[in-house]
T-cell receptor, first 114, second 112 residues
Framework: ETGVTQSPTHLIKTRGQQVTLRCSSQ?????VSWYQQALGQGPQFIFQ???????GRGNFPPRFSGLQFPNYSSELNVNALELDDSALYLC?????????????FGPGTRLTVT | QQQVKQSPQSLIVQKGGISIINCAYE??????FPWYQQFPGKGPALLIA?????SEKKEGRFTISFNKSAKQFSLHIMDSQPGDSATYFC???????????FGPGTRLSVLP
């Protein structure tokens, strides 16, 4: 186990609703990244937070937003949910210093949008 | 140019055999190439990683071979075991360990 925890484990939402997913980083880590993994595909990078600020973003629309808190836990918020948002959402934490820091993944939150 | 291609999509190997998974990339700015193992219901777990300044890295039964000129790298699993049955992802990043680009994955089944 990596020490990265995510909640909830599973979630079912209706199209158009909003959802908040949570991640608790591994102790000592200062960076968190979020990924979307559609069924049968590799994870896709959504964004990264470093010291509570967004530090890189993938090809995802603004309705995907995030927060990182002083204790380095994090939230992923998705507004106006679409059916294609159904996926496993993974967070990964790392201790990022001078361009280095291996990422450790949590178990993910399975989001189903109906 | 951000894509990482991976093959095969699925692989069946007998216990004790060698499993080989290949990946290719286009972006020469990539400087870190990890392999992840993912079991159903779990997040990806780092298996082994390599930087482009070496051509091979071995950790136990797992070996990465890296060909910088061909922009290809591969994972070799020696003495494959049923417990190795999982989905394997190659990945690449520009800024070591950050913002990975993942391949589409290879589902490995090791038969007892």
């Amino acid at each position: 186990e990596t020490g990265v925890t995510q909640s909830p484990t599973h979630l079912i939402k209706t199209r158009g609703q909003q959802v908040t997913l949570r991640c608790s980083s591994q102790s000592g880590h200062n960076t968190v990244s979020w990924y979307q993994q559609a069924l049968g595909q590799g994870p896709q990078f959504i964004f990264q937070y470093y010291r509570e600020e967004e530090n890189g973003r993938g090809n995802f629309p603004p309705r995907f937003s995030g927060l990182q808190f002083p204790n380095y836990s994090s939230e992923l918020n998705v507004n106006a949910l679409e059916l294609d948002d159904s996926a496993l959402y993974l967070c990964a934490s790392s201790f990022y210093i001078r361009g280095q820091g291996e990422q450790y993944f949590g178990p993910g939150t399975r989001l189903t949008v109906t | 140019q951000q894509q990482v291609k991976q093959s095969p999509q699925s692989l069946i190997v007998q216990k004790g055999g060698i499993s080989i998974i290949n990946c290719a990339y286009e972006n020469t700015a990539f400087d870190y190439f990890p392999w992840y193992q993912q079991f159903p219901g779990k997040g990806p777990a780092l298996l082994i990683a390599i930087r482009p300044d070496v051509s091979e890295k071995k950790e136990g039964r797992f070996t990465i071979s890296f060909n910088k000129s061909a922009k290809q790298f591969s994972l070799h699993i020696m003495d494959s075991q049923p417990g190795d049955s999982a989905t394997y992802f190659c990945a690449a990043s520009i800024d070591y360990g950050q913002n990975f680009v993942f391949g589409p994955g290879t589902r490995l089944s090791v038969l007892p």
